[in-house]
């Protein structure tokens, strides 16, 4: 399943166990940056938790635990997901389903997608899992049957709020320039237009699972940049949420930098016609 194999620039950092050790550290501890927040802001609530809300910390605070230790990391992440997911429709109800489709909604559809990353590649070089050799996938994480879907389906989920915001973006222009402005007023507005491009073209790449890791560095680089940039004003928790939201989806962007797309990409079908042809130009040789 791991795409590493195919020759690329970035062979040298992905043939690196001392590269991709701290890589995959940092992408881990990123997707749990969101988990944090939420936790820190119901323990602030001057509220008795019940037992639902207990119930949901504690799933988090475990998840957070073992996806940080790299320690059975496929369940953890698997676990995450649930929990965001879930914090979504039971503890964002404000949000609605007639308004599915806010930035929210399609952040945590993004990082739910890094995570199906996760749960198929396990947690890198750097774990407790790699340390006692439980980081090699087992079970429905080695059957290429349904990894393949299943990491199409991720990468679908990754890239859709890139698509909405991107193409957002082209239809309403001047008021995204006015939200530049007022979040930040010393970036030139007419950065929205790269934006635009970012917003299109490297989804593209991974939705069709073509060059993905060029496609996922870039949205990772946007994912970093633009809260840095937007939603930096930490006195204000909408803002600290958007934050880690972001930086979350970095998380799950780099797992599909450093693993690769799945089975059902360009990139893994032109990854097996090269080995083909390899294999042929070998036999005639021979």
């Known amino acids: 399943m791991n795409d590493n194999s195919q020759p690329d620039l970035f062979a040298p950092i992905l043939t690196s166990d001392a590269l991709m050790g701290?890589?995959?550290?940092?992408?881990?501890?990123?997707?749990?940056?969101?988990?944090?927040?939420?936790?820190?802001?119901e323990l602030a609530k001057i509220h008795p938790l019940g037992l639902v809300l207990g119930v949901a910390i504690a799933a988090q605070v475990l998840g957070i635990a073992l996806v940080a230790l790299g320690y059975k990391t496929r369940f953890?992440?698997?676990?995450?997901?649930?929990?965001?997911?879930?914090?979504?429709?039971?503890?964002?109800?404000?949000?609605?389903?007639?308004?599915?489709?806010?930035?929210?909604?399609?952040?945590?559809?993004?990082?739910?997608?890094?995570?199906?990353?996760?749960?198929?590649?396990?947690?890198?070089?750097?774990?407790?899992?790699?340390?006692?050799?439980?980081?090699?996938?087992?079970?429905?994480?080695?059957n290429s049957a349904v990894m393949g879907p299943l990491l199409l389906g991720g990468r679908m989920l990754t890239v859709f709020v890139f698509f909405f915001f991107g193409v957002s973006k082209i239809l309403h222009t001047p008021e995204i320039k006015a939200y530049m402005v007022r979040h930040n007023a010393h970036v030139p507005t007419n950065l929205v237009y790269l934006a635009i491009v970012t917003q299109i073209v490297p989804p593209l790449l991974v939705l069709f699972g073509y060059k993905t890791r060029y496609g996922a560095l870039a949205l990772a680089g946007f994912c970093i940049i633009a809260p840095s940039l937007f939603h930096s004003d930490f006195g204000n928790p909408s803002e600290v949420e958007h934050f880690f939201l972001d930086f979350a989806i970095t998380g799950g962007l780099l797992f599909m930098f450093a693993q690769g797309p799945g089975p059902l990409s360009v990139d893994a079908r032109l990854g097996s016609a090269r080995t083909a042809s390899t294999k042929e130009a070998l036999s005639v040789s021979a």
Request: glycine fraction near 10%; aromatic fraction near 12%.
């Open 76 to 142: 953890a992440a698997i676990l995450l997901a649930v929990c965001i997911l879930a914090t979504l429709l039971f503890f964002r109800g404000e949000l609605g389903f007639h308004n599915f489709l806010v930035t929210i909604a399609e952040k945590v559809l993004a990082i739910t997608g890094g995570f199906l990353f996760m749960f198929a590649y396990g947690p890198g070089p750097l774990s407790v899992d790699r340390l006692q050799g439980n980081d090699k996938p087992t079970g429905i994480a080695n």
């Open 22 to 41: 701290p890589l995959l550290l940092v992408a881990r501890l990123l997707t749990t940056g969101t988990f944090v927040f939420y936790i820190l802001n």
